[in-house]
Every structure is written in C-alpha cells, then in structure tokens.
C-alpha cells in the first residue's frame, strides 16, 4: 500500500509541473521537482508519444552535464521563456529528438562546452523562426528523416566547429540569417536529399529584387499587371496592399551569410533539385563546394575563398545563373570551376582573388 501510494503522489507532482490536454504536454518546471531527471548523469525529459511544449530553460539538473529532450514533437518555446543548454562535452550534450517535427521558436538551443555538440533530429520537419540561436562548441546538427521533410530556418543565428544541416525535401534558410563556424579545421554543410536547398534572400514569386518601389507604383495602378505579385503562373501569392508592405520589408531583409574560419570548407548539395544562393555572402577559408542536379542561382550572390589557406570553388549543374555575382577564388586558379550545362547571365566578378578590388 505505501509503495502505491507514493507512486501516485510522484505521478501527481509531474502532472502539476506538465499540463496535458489533447496530447500536448505543456512544460513550465523545469526544476528538479519538474517531469526531467537525472539518468546516467544525463537530464533527460522523455515524454514519448507527446507533444511537448517546452514553456522554461531547460539545463543539466545538478549531478549531470547533458540535456536531452524526446518525444513525439518538440517545441521550444521561446516567447514563454523556454530554452535548453549543457555544460558537458560529447555528441549529444544538448539534445532533441522527435519522430515527428521540431520547432524552435524565437528560442536558444545551446552546448555551451567547446566539445559539446547540439544535436537536432526529427522524423518530421524541422523550424527555427525568427530570433532563434543554436550554437555548440563543436558540431551543430539540424536532420529530418521523414520522407521529404523540411528544414525552414528564418532570420536565425547558427554557429559551431561544424554546423550540418540535411534535410529529405527541402532545405530553406531565410533571409538575415547567419551561419559561422569557429577554427579549426571547421566545415558548414547543407544538403538536401531529394529537393532543394533555399538559400537566396528578397525573393518571392521570382521577382528577385525588383521590389518595392516599382513594385508598388504597378500594383496600385493595375494590380492585374503580371509585373504585380498578386497572382503568377495561377498561385496567389498576395492578396491585398497590406500583405504587399509586409513583402516589401522582408525582401530589404539582410542578405544570409554564411562563413568558416580560416580552415573551414562550404558544401551545399540538392543531388535531386536545384540550389538558389541569390544575394546571399558565401565565405570560407578553403573550399566551396555547390552541386546540384538542376539549377544553380548564383545571381547578386558574393562568394569567396580568399584568405591564408588555399582552396577552390567549384560549381555544378545543369544551368547556372553567375548574373551580377562576384564570385572569387584564391591563387592558383584563375578562375572558378563552373561546371554547367549552361551558364547565364554577366558576373560582376568572376576570377581569382587577387582580382577583387
């Protein structure tokens, strides 16, 4: 009788700190009276088959270094104050795993030991919304294994050692994001299995960035023009002026950045699709490497490897658009290697690094 009920009194204290109602569990205690323990020194808050709502600051509980989080869908909550850190160092030293999908909202996601990594794994999409900053002293992880899953990043802050980021569908990284890696020998990745890697900033509806100002005069004049991105090719994709203001600020958003130290390589690759990185800083300090099956959008983009160490760019696809694109590679080759079925467009720059202004 006693051994029952303190299993009852223990079964209420966690109701108290997670409150469940159609399968979503809400977590707002993250203390030691809070549903996470301590397991092999790991705090770890396992809720399989729930929806978990993380509502507080997920850290390593005392007598552990690692924080890990599982469950049937993850969200860390920032706006109510959730987020998750460790202390300690190896593969998995901040954690989440979901067989279904992820969400970090306007959160922090942290492995703060310089040989922690962040691991980010879920069977169905993966999202960080704006304001979001997931770092690691060694590697950051973001993969989905669902088919076709997707991993959206908008207007985040990304850094680590390595920083990889694999997807089965698409992979799309929203302008004012930036992704950097710290010495040494770092590495950023990004690939997508079977659909495309998004990367380019201020486009929507291929208008690139043609927005606002004449964008605006054509649509108040005649909102039928197929200048006007109110409807193309069949899809409506504004519906109003109002909606047409909110596009026009986010298409002046910062372009994304990606760069590595001094050792670190850049590799995208979409082996089934395409690959856009209009408008967006590609550095690194040695090699970058863009393949895709189809297009490669190169368009506004800036993309060097000019520094101490060598290294070299190479480009492949069957089309690729080098328009207006300064795109630099350091001695001893004179050029880029574009291999591409077909390339158009004029680069502003297109040669080696010592050719830069």
């Known amino acids: 009788m006693m051994k029952t009920m303190t299993l009852t009194l223990a079964a209420l204290a966690t109701m108290l700190c997670a409150t469940t109602a159609d399968a979503v569990t809400i977590v707002s205690d993250c203390s030691a009276a809070g549903p996470a323990a301590v397991v092999n020194k790991i705090t770890r808050l396992d809720l399989p088959g729930e929806d978990i709502v993380l509502q507080c600051a997920l850290m390593a509980l005392p007598g552990s270094d690692q924080t890990r989080i599982s469950g ?13 850190s460790s202390s300690g160092k190896g593969g998995q030293a901040t954690s989440l795993a ?3 999908s992820i969400t970090i909202d306007q959160a922090s996601v942290i492995a ?3 040989n922690g990594n962040a691991i980010i794994r879920a069977g169905g999409n993966i999202i960080a919304t704006s304001g979001t900053a997931i770092s690691a002293g060694d590697r950051v992880e973001m993969s989905c294994s669902g088919p076709l899953c997707t991993i959206s990043i908008a207007a985040a802050a990304i850094n680590g050692n390595e920083v990889r980021i ?10 004012a994001t930036t992704i950097t890696t710290s010495c040494p020998r770092d590495l950023i990745e990004i690939i997508s299995r079977n659909g495309d890697v998004n990367i380019g900033g201020g486009q929507i509806g291929g208008l690139a960035t043609l927005c606002c100002n004449a964008v605006q005069a054509v649509c108040s004049q005649n909102p039928n023009d197929p200048a006007c991105p109110f409807s193309q090719g069949g899809t409506i994709v504004l519906t109003n002026l109002q909606e047409l203001g909110t596009f026009c600020a986010d298409c002046q958003q910062a372009p994304n950045i990606l760069k590595t130290c001094v050792e670190g390589d850049v590799t995208i690759l979409a082996p089934q699709g395409s690959i856009d990185v209009s408008n967006a800083t590609l550095m690194s300090g040695e090699n970058i490497t863009l393949t895709a099956r189809f297009g ?7 993309i060097t490897n000019c520094g101490k160490k060598k290294g070299a760019i190479v480009v492949t696809g069957a089309t690729c658009n080098v328009n207006n694109a300064t795109i630099l590679d350091d001695d001893p080759d004179l050029v880029p290697t574009l291999n591409c079925g077909a390339t ?14």
């Open 112 to 114: 703060a030991n310089s």
């Open 296 to 302: 490669v959008d190169m368009q506004n983009a800036n």
């Open 166 to 175: 694999q997807g089965d569908g698409d992979v799309t990284v929203s302008p």
């Open 98 to 100: 979901a067989t279904g």
């Open 72 to 84: 049937a869908s993850i969200t860390v909550d920032g706006p109510n104050g959730g987020s998750v």
């Open 344 to 357: 158009s467009g004029t680069a502003a720059l297109l040669g080696t690094c010592a050719s830069s202004p």
